[in-house]
């Protein structure tokens, strides 16, 4: 079992070894009816993140909606609302993460853990 898996053993301290940022879209309207999309920074932060196997991504993910990560983080205010949370997307280097899910851990605003598919362009 993964220490990422065991949530009461993590050692945030030790296990973050990763920066993660969290965006926010704002939509804007152009002359011809079409839409831009911006985005812009909520939050930098460090994370657990664990790349998910084959079998936790069927168990997570519908066949349309497939999970690649699971990603720790302690706990901010900006995950406070679960349909907030899910517009977000996360940026770990190069890379994009669409947020499925953002759970409070057993709600008690200590860590968050983050089901989220990487975004290929």
Not at 50 to 63: A, D, H, L, S, T
């Amino acid at each position: 079992m993964s220490k990422c898996d065991d949530y009461t053993k993590i050692n945030f301290t030790k296990e973050a070894k990763h920066t993660i940022t969290v965006q926010s879209v704002t939509e804007a309207s152009g002359n011809m009816g079409d839409y831009s999309a911006s985005w812009s920074n909520l939050a930098t932060m460090r994370a657990i993140i664990k790349p998910m196997r084959q079998f936790e991504r069927i168990q997570y993910g519908k066949m349309d909606s497939e999970v690649t990560h699971e990603i720790i983080v302690r706990y901010q205010s900006i995950f406070s609302n679960p349909l907030t949370s899910v517009k977000y997307r996360i940026m770990f280097n190069s890379r994009q993460l669409e947020i499925k899910e953002a759970i409070n851990l057993f709600e008690d605003n200590v860590y968050v853990k983050i089901i989220a598919n990487e975004v290929l362009s």
